[in-house]
């Protein structure tokens, strides 16, 4: 058995029992939405790549309860609210991005 098929039985590798691995995965991942709407709107680009972060890791904690979690849809595991969590971190992914590239442009250059 390799460690890491150990550690995920032992149970100490994972975002959380049920559904509290997709609710965190989803809230960093909205923030990360925030952040990047926020960029957008005014055309900050650390706030842009904090928004952007934000939502990769969101998308990372998703595919990390996905990964570890056992069941399908309807065992109150969390696997569907992880599935929206990948959505919504790959929009605030995309959303960052955007207003990161639209900073850019914007930027004066002395």
Do not use: K, Q
């Not at 960029?39 to 998308?59: D, E, H, I, K, V």
């Not at 990948?86 to 207003?99: D, E, H, N, R």
């Amino acid at each position: 058995m390799r460690p890491a098929e150990a550690l995920i039985m032992a149970g100490d590798l994972g975002t959380g029992n049920e559904r509290a691995g997709a609710v965190l995965a989803s809230a960093v991942a909205l923030i990360g939405v925030v952040l990047g709407g926020l960029a957008l709107a005014r055309s900050a680009p650390r706030t842009a790549t904090a928004g952007a972060a934000a939502g990769l890791l969101g998308t990372a904690l998703a595919g990390l309860h996905l990964a570890t979690s056992s069941g399908g849809f309807g065992t109150g595991n969390g696997r569907a609210g992880a599935y929206v969590a990948l959505v919504i971190g790959l929009t605030a992914v995309i959303t960052g991005t955007l207003a990161r590239a639209r900073s850019h442009r914007t930027t004066p250059t002395a």
